[in-house]
């Protein structure tokens, strides 16, 4: 099947949208299996995107990297994740600092601002992902705005991860991907990274009974002082 440049523009922009709204439902959910869930489907669908640039691009590495991230991000992370919930008995509901409609709105925000942003280097760019590399800032940034409002540590780790799907997204919009090496680099090192917070995880609940950061805090408050 051919794909003229307009086609595939479409369904590159149809994938990036998808990408946008997962990120959107990960930052309303309120329970903590249904946001694995979400991460999973913006797993495929960032994995799909990759093909699919690849495929159109004629770059291989692509595809090795489509491969990884299904491997990595829809598979081997959500499996870490639910043993860790299981193991560490997590409440279900995810807590956040502020409601849900204010973080809505400043989600809507961060994608005005990405636009915004982004408009010059998509007026340069002749890449036929280009019109996708403001969704991709918009990605990282309501990434980021998981990891400042959720009050769960696993849950702030899930943010983590949900920004370096925006940051992978933004180098396949942007120059059609990190070199191959680089890109296995970074799969290592979030692999690890997983199992170190899951080491981690596991000691604080041991010690303080908790995840929750709030909790934490008042704990190191309530320490007497020297």
Known sequence: MEFTIDTASHVINFL?????????????????????HLFVWQGIFLA?????VGFMADKSHLFISAILTVGLKVFLLPYIFYKLIHLLDIRK?????????????????????SYYLTSPVRELSTLMTRPTLA?????????????????????QVIGFLAMENGLFFAATSATYGMPLVVELGVALDILIAALIFGIFFFHINTTFDSLSV???????EDEPDE
């Open 214 to 220: 709030d909790q934490m805090a008042r704990l190191k």
């Open 135 to 155: 969704i991709a800032l918009a990605s990282v940034l309501i990434g980021l705005l998981m990891i400042i409002t959720r009050k769960n540590a696993v849950t």
């Open 48 to 52: 799909a995107n990759t093909a699919f």
């Open 93 to 113: 509901e995810v807590e956040n600092v502020v409601n849900i409609s204010t973080l809505m709105f400043i989600g809507i925000g961060l994608v005005i601002f």
């Open 16 to 36: 990036a949208a998808l990408l946008l709204l997962t990120s959107f439902a990960m930052l309303a959910q309120r329970k903590i299996y249904g946001l694995i």
